[in-house]
């Protein structure tokens, strides 16, 4: 079952871009985008370091009024530069549905301290005790778990970074009950685990733009796949 979206599409806005040839707009994927669709349930955004995915992402979640420094639209907290031009210049295509003011959520596995300081000011306690005496992984499925909500849209960048490859697999299965609960998520991701999750597009971003991708043609599906059934075959190519 997939619920009626909150956002349908992001585009740029050419008209409000002055010049295309410094940051963000620099970086292929934002400066040749057009329209892209989003997947009702999940899209991902993958492909090489440094080709706009982070960027884009955050640039949305800006649009939506969720902070850059990861949290709700309730953490008020600082912002890092480069974005916000990006943001000026995005529309997102909304769908009938909206958004409570707390009913999404901006998560990046970097800012994991600062948002855990965040919640600690506002007394605020996901789980039993404070995120910052919660580990890395515990203090970011205690969020997923007791902070997400049923019809909520959730942008994570590179949730995997947290997680074991065993808790990937809890993140798809919860994944899965908060998009039958009315959620979107759009996800920037490295993990072959967690972009295998069939409800979903996944967008390929290169020097060459952005493009939808089948699971299995990502570098990503390929490279581990090869690596894990041809270890030893690879790492003596490698170390040679
Ligand atoms: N403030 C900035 N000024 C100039 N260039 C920047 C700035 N911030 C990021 N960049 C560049 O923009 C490009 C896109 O960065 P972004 O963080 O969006 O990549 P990404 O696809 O998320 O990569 P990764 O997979 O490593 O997270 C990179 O080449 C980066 O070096
Ligand atoms: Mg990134």
């Known amino acids: ?31 040749t985008l057009d329209s892209l669709p989003l997947h009702p349930a999940v899209t991902f955004f993958a492909g090489e370091n440094g080709t706009g995915k982070s960027t884009l992402l955050e640039a949305m979640a800006v649009v939506e009024g969720f902070n850059l420094e990861g949290g709700s639209r309730n953490h008020d907290f600082s912002t890092r530069s480069g974005t916000s031009e990006l943001s000026g210049a995005l529309r997102l295509g909304r769908g009938i549905k909206r958004l409570g003011k707390t009913d999404g959520f901006f998560l990046r596995a970097e800012t994991m301290f600062n948002l855990a300081t965040e919640v600690d000011r506002l007394s605020l306690f996901y789980g039993d005790k404070s995120l910052h005496d919660q580990s890395h992984g515990e203090s970011f499925l205690s969020l997923l778990t007791n902070r997400f909500q049923p019809n909520g849209l959730y ?16 993140l798809i299965v919860l994944l899965h009950e908060l998009v039958q609960n009315g959620c979107q998520f759009v996800i920037a991701t490295h993990s072959p685990i967690i972009m295998a999750y069939p409800d979903a597009m996944i967008y390929w971003f290169s020097d060459q733009g952005i493009r939808p991708i089948e699971y299995r043609e990502t ?9 894990l059934e041809r270890t030893d075959h690879m790492l003596a190519a490698l170390l040679s």
């Open 219 to 227: 570098e990503h599906y390929k490279v581990t796949r090869n690596f």
């Open 155 to 170: 942008f994570l960048d590179e949730p995997e970074a947290a997680f074991s490859p065993q808790k990937q697999l809890s």
């Open 1 to 31: 079952m997939t619920a009626e979206p909150f956002l349908k599409y992001v585009s740029l806005v050419r008209e409000r871009v002055e010049r295309f040839d410094v940051y963000p707009f620099s970086i292929p994927a934002i400066g």
